[in-house]
């Protein structure tokens, strides 16, 4: 028997979600007509990425993918929505002073080029909302490209191999075994007997959310009660709410926005942190089925302790009056919005912001780097270790104390009443180690890696940089700030960031077993 | 009655025997030997075959037999045996099942399998072992309705809290009736405003779990409540089943199993049960757990000689109470001769069971109450009987009988009565009777 991968099943299919994703360029090329910049960028992205996606495809024209060529594609498939999501981005900037832009000035200009817009389309389709762009605002860039990264966002939100199980039949055979290797979370929710129905039920919920979000956004907007929330926005962060992303065509982030705006915010970044099968339940009138889900008390919970022990201390003043936020001290209604949208916006690792958190107090944002290890709840669109796992690393560890006392008592882990498999719960151990790790790890060559280019990072930002980029959160602290750049970093640290937001995404699992697997059979 | 037993065990030797005298009973077994062996034990006809084919039934005259009992050891066994059996005749089937599985089917989807009873040994046995343990209390307490209704007969004790309290006061669970009260010897039908005294003896009806909430009640001290240390030693089936029943009752059980997937799936299926996996042989592992310190060791282990070694050694560590799961009748007796407060064979439990149900009428369960002044009767109400179509108010100040109506199971779910509710063809009633009124109500269903 073969430990070797069928490497020519997982690329074969790869071609047909290329093919696919130049189809989605569409909503770019309609937004370039819309505002009469140029359309050459969009039509040629598609032209190149069709003709990539026809030629891959024929690799294997008969896909049929096991175990491993399914965790081969699922790692592949993340890897190839980033590089093609390069595309419009190197083209739209060539030769101008753009960030993204492709520069062939000299050898070093055009590589940091392409790994600046890797970055970007990484950070896009990971929906971490970690950004290089330098400055963002439609002098710089064009209203079509600034509107593909946050389309990046929405694809990569709910997964785009659940969204390709979804639409394409030729991926919805091999479904189970894929679903399984990308939706967030430690376990898969079959919600109807047929992969794809589940698939596109979970895809209906999302895309409905959005629908609604946007719906809401621009009413306001009509009615006069955010004046800067015009259609364009209202889209763009339609696109970037649901999926935990964080990217906004806005410089200053929801700040741009009035304080209804923020408000409304809100509630959209919390739901986003909750199972969509939860969702699922309650439209079939099953409301309990939430209300007892362990997870999602627990997430409430969370948000719910944090949100308030953060907003006594804005209270108390751990914020100094700065232009974005607004005075904070003695001012409830200011307090309890900043600390809501902050920890809402953190917690599940969308990563907008509505003040410049990198200025508060480092106990403040203590408490919001505490809040970024959480993460949102299996089966969101959330990125972290997970509130799930948490709960059951907890009450593994309280179990391990109880048998020391008691050896021979057995103790199943149950949650929300049912029994989690002992297998689960050692994958779910090893996760949360190997998680924490590639944190330390990382945040230690990241500093070093600045120090050789001459740059200091601080603690919180070598910190913040590595966790941000895992937890596909975003922004970090210091220079990293909702209102920072990670464009300072030198190539190599960039690079790292790609491979962790990569493999944040897809839980590190898929990722590390297709390398050991190709080390196996060495 | 002509009378088919499938299965020469202990069990079906047991209900033949006690049949024998006044029917006529054919016993099937499939071992030859057996078969010849019964003919000279006891006074039936034996047949030598699998009680299964529709062949050695027709032999044993199933056809027209009034009443089919499979009872040997194998489910699948008793379960076509009765499948079998109404294809030829329309006799009455019972079948023994270890399986709740099957049991919960039956209950389900009345006549399910061609079984017109079900009796469920592992079960049956646990919910006397639960009796035994819960209601320590009680002076009499009987199982109607396959054991979803209990009837259960207290005295209250000097310094008891219920003592001096109406009746609407002590009777404060929802699926609880207060039935009937003895002062000095004499029965009152209570009242919400009857004053219950020291000395009284109250006879209520109701759920097993209301039951014994009502026990706490009325005797604190006795009744085993969450604080009280339970274990239960072997997880087989009984263990199971005994732990699983008294979480309903929300005690706290600790069981012992020694083998490791049991026990895994024991703790699996018991929440709020604590399951230790080792060999409750060993005495130092009970010393180290404390149970040499708990209120109550049932032994359910597979074998006599293992139970008969843990409870003479928790005895010996001084558990106050041991009750003991005893596999062969022969041995009921040594045990408790040794000092076992109690032992339970399930087999005896499920012959008396079959046996009693044979016995019995129109009324299909009986227990009697001081010196038959009262009966506690099941009854089956039948179409256009007398007691159905009308709200039980009603029917009550018609009917010239003293009776109460403790309750109702309907497609075995438990309807607690109300005045207002209306009894429907299909219905088990348990009712408490005055004896003078029993064949009036009787000849009523």
Request: glycine share 10%.
């Amino acid at each position: 028997m073969s430990w070797g991968v069928n490497w020519k099943a997982s690329v074969g299919l790869l071609g047909v979600g290329i093919k696919y994703l130049a189809v989605t360029m569409l909503v770019p090329l309609v937004v370039a007509v819309a505002y009469g910049e140029d359309i050459w960028v969009f039509l040629v992205s598609m032209a190149l990425v069709a003709g990539i996606g026809l030629a891959v495809e024929r690799v294997d024209p008969d896909p049929d993918l096991g175990p491993r060529e399914a965790l081969l594609f699922v790692s592949l498939a993340w890897l190839a929505a980033a590089a093609i999501g390069t595309v419009p981005y190197l083209l739209a900037g060539y030769g101008t002073a753009s960030t993204v832009g492709l520069q062939t000035g000299s050898f070093g200009a055009f590589t940091e080029s392409i790994v600046n817009a890797l970055f970007e389309s990484m950070s896009g389709f990971t929906t971490t909302g970690a950004t290089v762009l330098g400055e963002i605002s439609t002098d710089q860039h064009s209203h079509a490209v600034l509107m593909w990264r946050q389309l990046t966002q929405w694809l990569g939100g709910m997964g785009i191999i659940v969204l390709m199980i979804a639409i394409l039949p030729e991926v919805a055979v091999n479904g189970a075994q894929l679903m399984e290797s990308e939706a967030p979370g430690p376990e898969l929710q079959k919600l109807t007997p047929k992969i794809a129905e589940t698939a596109r039920a979970l895809w209906l919920i999302y895309f409905g959310f959005t629908i609604v979000y946007i719906v809401i956004l621009y009413g306001l907007h009509l009615a006069g009660m955010a004046p800067n929330m015009d259609l364009f926005n209202a889209i763009a962060h339609g696109f970037t709410t649901l999926p935990t992303g964080g990217f906004s065509p806005q410089a200053d982030s929801i700040a741009a926005f009035s304080a209804v705006v923020q408000w409304v915010v809100i509630p959209f970044m919390l739901i986003a942190g909750v199972n969509f099968a939860l969702f699922w339940h309650v439209l079939r009138g099953e409301a309990e089925i939430m209300l007892k889900n362990a997870e999602f008390r627990a997430y409430a919970g969370a948000v719910a302790v944090v949100t308030a022990v953060l907003a006594v201390m804005l209270f108390r003043g751990a914020a100094p009056p700065i232009e974005l936020g607004g005075a904070t001290q003695g001012v409830t209604e200011n307090s309890l919005r900043q600390a809501a949208f902050q920890i809402g916006s953190l917690l599940n690792s969308t990563g907008y912001a509505t003040a410049d958190f990198a200025q508060w107090d480092t106990d403040a944002q203590i408490l919001l780097m505490f809040a970024m290890f959480i993460g949102g709840s299996a089966g969101s669109t959330g990125g972290g270790v997970k509130v799930v796992r948490w709960l059951i690393v907890g009450k593994a560890i309280r179990r391990e104390l109880f048998t020391s006392a008691h050896p021979d008592v057995v103790q199943p882990i149950r949650l929300s009443g049912r029994v989690v498999d002992e297998d689960a719960i050692r994958g779910i151990m090893s996760f949360t180690i190997l998680y924490v790790i590639l944190f330390a790890v990382s945040a230690v060559f990241l500093s070093l890696d600045a120090a050789r280019i001459g740059t200091q990072l601080t603690m919180l930002e070598s910190t913040s940089a590595s966790l941000a980029t895992i937890g596909n959160i975003g922004p970090g602290f210091g220079r990293l700030g909702p209102f920072g750049s990670y464009l300072f970093f030198p190539d190599t640290s960039k690079l790292l960031m790609v491979f962790l937001m990569w493999i944040g995404r897809l839980e590190i699992v898929p990722v590390l077993a297709v390398f050991i697997s190709a080390m196996d059979s060495r | 009655m002509h009378v088919v037993v499938i299965g020469a065990g202990e069990v079906g030797t047991s209900i033949a025997g006690s049949l024998a005298s006044d029917h006529e009973v054919v016993v099937v077994d499939v071992d030859p030997d057996r078969a010849e062996q019964l003919k000279y034990e006891i006074d039936v006809l034996t047949i030598a075959g699998d009680g299964t084919s529709s062949e050695i039934q027709t032999a044993a005259d199933v056809g027209r037999a009034d009443m089919v009992i499979a009872c040997t050891d194998n489910d699948q066994t008793n379960l076509v045996a009765c499948g079998t059996a109404k294809t030829l005749g329309d006799g009455f089937t019972i079948a023994r099942v270890k399986s709740t599985d099957f049991l919960r089917t039956w209950q389900g989807n009345e006549g399910a399998f061609g079984v017109d009873f079900m009796v469920c040994t592992d079960l049956l046995t646990a919910e006397n072992i639960v009796r035994v343990i819960g209601l320590p209390a009680a002076i009499d307490v009987d199982p109607f309705a396959s054991g979803l209704v209990q009837m259960a007969e207290f005295e209250i004790a000097e310094g008891s809290p219920v003592a001096g309290q109406t009746v609407s006061e002590a009777d404060r669970f929802e699926s609880l009736t207060f039935v009937g009260l003895f002062r000095d010897g004499e029965l009152t039908i209570p009242r919400g405003d009857t004053g219950i005294e020291a000395g009284d003896r109250a006879v209520v009806i109701g759920s097993p779990e209301s039951v014994q909430a009502f026990a706490t009640d009325v005797a604190p001290e006795t009744t085993p409540d969450e604080a009280d240390d339970i274990v239960i030693v072997g997880g087989s089936e009984i263990g199971y089943q005994t732990a699983r029943l008294l979480g309903e009752r929300e005690l706290r059980p600790r069981v012992v199993e020694k083998d490791q997937e049991r026990a895994r799936w024991l703790a699996e299926q018991l929440p709020k049960s604590v399951v230790m996996e080792h060999d409750a042989t060993d005495a130092e592992f009970l010393t180290r757990e404390n149970v040499d310190d708990s209120d109550i060791v049932v032994t359910a282990l597979g074998s006599d000689e293992q139970n008969l070694l843990v409870a003479v050694l928790a005895k010996r560590l001084g558990v106050d109470r041991v009750i003991a799961v005893v596999d062969s009748p022969d041995y009921v007796t040594v045990f408790e001769e040794i000092g076992i407060d109690i032992a339970i064979n399930p087999r005896t439990v499920t012959a008396e069971e079959i046996t009693r149900f044979t016995y019995e009428s129109v009324a299909e369960n009986i227990a009697v109450l001081e010196n038959d002044q009262a009966e506690v009767l099941e009854l089956e109400l039948t179409e256009g009987c007398a007691l159905v179509g009308r709200p039980i108010s009603e029917m009550v100040s018609e009917i010239d009988a003293r009776f109460v109506i403790g309750a109702i199971t309907r497609g075995h779910q438990l309807v607690t009565p109300r005045g207002d509710t209306v009894l429907q063809p299909g219905d088990h009633v348990i009712l408490l009777v005055d004896s003078d009124s029993v064949s009036e109500i009787t000849s009523m269903a």
